[in-house]
C-alpha cells in the first residue's frame, strides 16, 4: 500500500456522513497526544492531518482515503477541560454514533501519551473499544521526550498492562520515527485479514 497516495475526504459531522465503502484504522486519543503528528508521520506529509498546539482542533470525524485501499479516521480528541460541555457531548455523541457500526472497522490505534500512566478516559475508550470486539492496539507517542530508564519503565509499564487486557503496545516517537514500521504492519495485517 502506497501511504503517500493519501487524500482528505471528508469532516463528518453526523451519521449521513460517515463512509461505509473501505475498511477503516481508526485512531482515537486524547486531545495532545499526538494523533495528527502520527498521521502525519505513517503518511510522510508535513500536514495532511492539521496539528496545533491548542489541544482539541480536531472537531470532527475527519476521513482520509489511502491509496484506494482504506481510510484512516481520526476522531476527535477527548478530555480537553477547555472545552465546553455541550461540544463534549455532541463529540462523545458522534463518537458513539461512529461505533454503532462495526462491520468496516479494521483497526482501532489507542494513542496514549508515554510520559503518563493511561487516564480515566484513557481506559474508558480502551474498555469501549474492547466491548464493540473490535481489533485495535495501544500507541504510546512522544517516547522521545523521556530518557533512556524512564522510557523502559514506562516501556515495561505499557506492555504489562496491555498484556493483561490482551492487546499489543507500541511505543512511538514522530522525531526518531521509532515504532513506525510496527504499526505499519499491524495495519496492514489487520486490512488483510479484513479482506479475507
Known amino acids: 500500500m ?3 497516495n493519501a487524500e482528505f475526504v471528508i469532516s463528518a459531522v453526523s451519521e449521513k456522513q460517515f463512509l461505509t465503502d473501505l475498511p477503516e484504522i481508526v485512531f482515537c486519543g486524547k486531545s495532545n ?14 500536514s495532511l492531518a492539521r496539528t496545533s498546539s491548542k489541544p ?14 482504506c481510510y484512516f479516521v481520526d476522531l476527535p480528541g ?11 457531548k455532541k ?6 454514533k461512529y461505533f454503532e457500526n462495526n462491520d468496516n472497522k479494521a483497526l482501532v490505534v489507542l494513542l496514549t501519551d508515554m510520559r ?12 469501549t473499544i474492547a466491548d464493540k470486539e473490535i481489533p485495535y492496539i495501544v500507541v504510546g507517542t512522544k517516547l522521545d521526550k523521556l ?26 516517537s514522530s522525531v526518531t520515527g521509532h515504532g513506525k514500521e510496527d504499526i505499519i504492519d ?3 495485517q489487520a486490512i488483510e485479514e479484513r479482506s479475507k
Open 78 to 88: 477527548y478530555g480537553y477541560a477547555k472545552v465546553s460541555d455541550a461540544q463534549l
Open 116 to 127: 503518563h500512566p493511561p487516564t480515566g478516559l484513557d481506559k474508558q475508550m480502551f474498555y
Open 186 to 188: 499491524c495495519i496492514e
Open 2 to 4: 502506497n501511504y503517500h
Open 33 to 46: 497526544v499526538g494523533k495528527s503528528t502520527l498521521l502525519n508521520c505513517l503518511l510522510g506529509r508535513r
Open 147 to 172: 530518557n533512556r530508564t524512564e522510557a523502559e519503565k514506562m516501556k515495561n509499564f505499557y506492555r504489562e498492562w496491555c498484556d493483561e487486557n490482551g492487546t499489543y503496545f507500541i511505543p512511538f
Open 56 to 69: 482539541g482542533k480536531t472537531a470532527q470525524i475527519n476521513y482520509f482515503r489511502i491509496d484506494k485501499t
Open 91 to 96: 463529540w462523545a455523541g458522534y463518537i458513539e
